[in-house]
C-alpha cells in the first residue's frame, strides 16, 4: 500500500487497521510504505511494486492520461479537502471577488493548484484574471507577510496550522459552492492488472481501510495512540494536541451528504474530465468510466 509523502496522522485509518488487525482478520499481509519526497507518485504502482496507491482522483485522473492504468475504487476525502484561506477581515468573501488579487499557491500542481482554477471557474475567471504566484509551502509566511492576498492550502492541514499560531483566518472551500463539484479528493487506487488478478483481495482490502476510517472517525484519541508506532514525534504534547486539531478538521471531509464513507460519484468523474482537459491538466481525453469502479466497495 503506497502512502504518498512522510508519516502523518492524515493516514491514521490505514495505522489503524493495521493495529486493530482489521487486515489480518481478512486474511490480508499488508505492508504501508512511505513514499520518499523525490519518488514518482505512480511510480512504484506502475512497476508493480505497490498493489494500492492512495492519491486524489485529480492526480488518478492525469496518471490516466499518461497511459497509467490506474482505477480509483473508494473515495475517502468525499468534500476536496483545499480551500482559499484568507485574513478574516479580507474583502474576498466569493471566487469572484479573485480578480486582480495576488493569491499565493505552492506551484502549478496538486490539489491546491486544481482548487484555485476550480474556486477561479466558479466565479467566472481564469487563472489570467488573478494575481498568481507560486510561493512554494511558505503559506503562513506569504499571508502574514502580506505578500499574498489569499492562500491555497488544506482545511485539515494548513487552516489548522494558521488557527494554532493564533492567526485570525477564515477560509472559502470548494463545497460552499459549485467548484467542488469539479474534483474528486483521496482515495484508493489500483492498476487493472491488479484488479482483475487480485479482486477479491482488493475488495477485502477497500472494506477493512474503510472500518480503520470509521474507527478512526468515532475514537480521535485512540487513533492518535495507534498512530505513535508510525508517526515519529507525535508522542510530546504539542504534537498530539496537533493531531488531534487536524484530525477533527478532517473528519467531516470524508463523509458525503448521506453520511457514506468511500462512495464513488461518476456524475463528479464526468465533470472533473471536462473540467482539466478545458484547464489543460491533461495530456489527452480521459474516459471517465474507466478511471473508477465501485465493485470493490462494501455492499450495503
Known sequence: MGLTY?????????????????YKDAGLNVTLRHHGAAEDLFGALSS?????????????LQARAKNVPVVDIATFYQKYPVGLIVPKDSDIRTPADLKGRKIGTPGPFGETYFGLLALLKEGGLSAKDAKVQNIGFTQQAALTGN???????YLNNDAVSFKEAGKDVRSITLD?????????????????????????DIGKFVDASLRGLRY????QDEAIE?????????????????????????APLMKNDQGELGAIDPQ??????????????????????????TSYLPKS
Not at 508519516?7 to 488487525?21: C, L, R, T
Request: proline share 3%.
Open 226 to 250: 495507534l498512530s505513535e508506532k508510525y508517526v515519529p514525534g507525535l508522542r510530546g504534547e504539542k504534537q498530539r494536541n496537533n493531531a488531534r486539531a487536524v484530525l477533527k478538521a478532517t
Open 147 to 153: 505578500k499574498v492576498e489569499g492562500v491555497m492550502g
Open 176 to 200: 460552499s459552492g459549485t467548484a467542488g463539484d469539479q474534483l474528486v479528493g483521496v482515495g484508493l487506487g489500483a492498476k487493472k492488472k491488479t484488479l482483475d488478478k487480485r479482486g477479491d
Open 268 to 293: 463528479t468523474w464526468t465533470r472533473m474530465a471536462d473540467f482539466m482537459y478545458d484547464q489543460g491538466l491533461l495530456e489527452k481525453t480521459v474516459t471517465p468510466e474507466d478511471a473508477y469502479d
Open 48 to 60: 508493480g511494486k505497490e498493489d494500492v496507491i492512495y492519491a486524489g482522483g485529480d492526480e488518478m
Open 216 to 219: 478512526a472517525i468515532d475514537h
Open 6 to 22: 512522510t508519516p502523518n496522522i492524515q493516514f491514521s485509518p490505514f495505522y489503524v487497521a493495521a493495529e486493530k488487525g482489521y
